[in-house]
């Protein structure tokens, strides 16, 4: 299963500012921001694997504003690994409201993978197969990858403060 994104334009002015965090005690990396009121989808979409990861995408008004890690895919550390330069701001817009499992819960079900800069400011978090994207940043510390199909792809995750339980500097 996939979840449609479609790329609008970026709001006039700055990109929104997103402040990344950790929940000490459970290792959650957490970033959101704020968006202008507009009307569609309200509501987290988890990402889940076969793995046992959980990914929460935050959707406001149709809007993807933020992201939770909640349990993480296997981490791999990438020297080098750079969120890609130059890339366009925009807004992830998710058209229609996502089918909702029995319960209530959004959930698309996929392969998530994750790789780390070595010293942990950036991260990248692919979902579902390696595939030709565009990169579009969405607030100044969050880029989204979207296929040519218009399925989510993956996240670059720029500027994380080190997790509370390393001493990297």
Known sequence: MSLEIRIAPAYPGPLPALKWTWEPETDILSGAFSVPHTTGFTGPVELTDDEGSIVVVDVAGGVVCGLDIA??????????????GGTDPGQALVPSRPVRAPGGAVEVDTTLSMAV??????????VGTRRAVDVVRIADHLAVEVDRRHRLAGFWATQVPPRPDLDLV
Do not use: F, I
């Open 71 to 84: 349990v993480w895919p296997e981490v791999e550390t990438v020297p080098g690994l750079d969120a890609p």
């Open 117 to 126: 800069s070595p010293d942990g400011r950036t991260y990248h978090l692919r």
